[in-house]
Structures are given as structure tokens and as C-alpha cells.
T-cell receptor, first 112, second 112 residues
């Protein structure tokens, strides 16, 4: 059973640009959540999608958005990038029975 | 405010030694607590999950304890190995399982 797949793994952008990150959950998982991780800050919850609907949202500005498709794949978008957006962005899919989170390897975003 | 506090923030030990990481939480109503291991630049991987009725759970050299009365958990690592060098993250779920709170993690370094 394939794990959670995130693309791209690494990317470099400049301030003001936008970026789209992709996440394919484990087959059969309908919940996908996104997290931002910066050194010393730990995992900060961005949002969670379930069956194409946003179920929960963290305290991030509107520049951060996401969506989920009918096949449960999810994308997150960050517009008007700022230097502080440089981080590891992690996606996780959740098993319905146990509620356990299964994380992808992350997308490392660097904003110059 | 529901919070998860981990200590110490970082820890350095010699290979072969034991160590204990702490997690205190105020999440209520409590559902379960998970410990994740995150290698540098990778996604977190689940080590253990503990529910209200469980006091101790082991996974190889990792043993987690839970005191639901004092809202404390610990992760004990026995006979540490170089590969144990990682961040260990405590995640506490509220009873609806949709509200997960993340600790900032403990950065463990095992030296030869």
C-alpha cells in the first residue's frame, strides 16, 4: 500500500510569487490535512479536508488556501509569498478507523 | 486553551544510554495521545498511541506511559542508538478526534 505522496519535494520561489503543493493520500483515506513546520515552531495546523470539504482551519492568513478533489488528492496554494513562508509543508492522511495520521515526506519551500 | 507542552526542548545523550521525554497536556475531553518520531527533513512516523485506559505501551526500545489524571505522558528510550537521533512529537486528540494538538517536539541527539 503506497504511502502519502507529496510533490514537489523541494522548491525555491521569490517574494510575491505563488506556489501550489500537491498531496496524494493513502488509498482509501478521505481525510487530508496540511501543516507548516518551521524550526522551533513545531507543526502548525493549516487546514483539513474531508470528502472535498474543508472541515477545519488553523490560524493562517487568507493567502493560504487549499482544496480536495473527488479522488481525495489535495492541493494547497500560497499566494503573495513572504520570506516567513519558508518552511517544510507536511501533508497527512488519516485512517478512518484509528484516526492515526500518516504523513508524507513534505515539501520544502524556500522563499528568497 | 488546549495545549501540549514537551520537555526538554533538546537533549544530547551518548549511545547506549537511556532517556525519557515528557509531554504535559491540557486537552479536554481527552481521546488519545500519540508519539511521533521525525527524522530530519522527513515526515513524522507514529511510534505509539495511547487511550485513556492505557498506562503503558511499548514498541521495541520505546515505551510510552500515560497518566490521564495528571495529564502527563512520557516516552522512554532504552539503549539508545545513533538512529534514534530525531525529533519526537507528542500529539493529543480531543474526544471528537478532529481536534489534534501538537507539541513543539523534543530534539534528541545520540552521540557515539
Amino acid at each position: 500500500k503506497a504511502g502519502v505522496t507529496q510533490t514537489p519535494r523541494y522548491l525555491i520561489k521569490t517574494r510575491g510569487q505563488q506556489v501550489t503543493l500537491s498531496c496524494s493520500p493513502i488509498s482509501g483515506h478521505r481525510s487530508v490535512s496540511w501543516y507548516q513546520q518551521t524550526p522551533g515552531q513545531g507543526l502548525q495546523f493549516l487546514f483539513e479536508y474531508f470528502s472535498e470539504t474543508q472541515r477545519n482551519k488553523g490560524n493562517f492568513p487568507g493567502r493560504f488556501s487549499g482544496r480536495q478533489f473527488s479522488n481525495s488528492r489535495s492541493e494547497m496554494n500560497v499566494s503573495t509569498l513572504e520570506l516567513g513562508d519558508s518552511a517544510l509543508y507536511l501533508c497527512a492522511s488519516r485512517g478512518q478507523n484509528t484516526g492515526e495520521l500518516f504523513f508524507g515526506e513534505g515539501s520544502r519551500l524556500t522563499v528568497l | 486553551k488546549n495545549q501540549v507542552e514537551q520537555s526538554p526542548q533538546s537533549l544530547i545523550i551518548l549511545e547506549g544510554k537511556n532517556c525519557t521525554l515528557q509531554c504535559n497536556y491540557t486537552v479536554s475531553p481527552f481521546s488519545n495521545l500519540r508519539w511521533y518520531k521525525q527524522d530530519t527533513g522527513r515526515g513524522p512516523v507514529s511510534l505509539t498511541i495511547m487511550t485513556f485506559s492505557e498506562n503503558t505501551k511499548s514498541n521495541g526500545r520505546y515505551t510510552a506511559t500515560l497518566d490521564a489524571d495528571t495529564k502527563q505522558s512520557s516516552l522512554h528510550i532504552t539503549a539508545s542508538q545513533l538512529s534514534d537521533s530525531a525529533s519526537y512529537i507528542c500529539v493529543v486528540s480531543a474526544s471528537n478526534n478532529n481536534d489534534m494538538r501538537f507539541g513543539a517536539g523534543t530534539r534528541l541527539t545520540v552521540k557515539p
